[in-house]
């Protein structure tokens, strides 16, 4: 069964290809570790809730952007291999991937405020 970990991100809407830009160095690493899809999706159309929104779970600005991305994976335990792997090269600067490091690839987000978490599909249709 697949497996899928989301992420909700506040960028600066000035930072919009600056994050392009990482996603599109750091994404790849994801994918040579198991991952089978990744999504990095910019906002478009996200209302303002009453009650709550995406814009308050990650306390966004004005001047910020909300984003939401998801990276699928064939199962649980690629997943779980995965996120050992990407710790033990935190861990090891000697392993440690340049495309990871925040030296060469700066997150241009306040990763203090992203919000994710591992999902189990529960319903699937596809065409």
Known sequence: ????????????????????????????????LGATRI???????????????????????????????????????TRDAAMAKMTEMMENPEMADPRMDPANNPMPFDGKRMIFGGFVPVVTLEK
């Open 39 to 77: 999504l990095e999706c910019w906002q478009d159309d996200v209302p303002k809730g009453e009650v709550t929104d995406f814009f308050g779970a990650v306390k966004a600005t004005e001047d910020e952007a909300v984003l939401f991305s998801w990276i699928e994976w064939p199962d649980k335990a």
């Open 1 to 32: 069964m697949s497996y899928i970990d989301g992420f909700v991100i506040a960028c600066p809407k000035a930072n919009k290809e600056k994050f392009i830009a990482h996603a599109k160095k750091a994404d790849p690493v994801f994918m040579e």
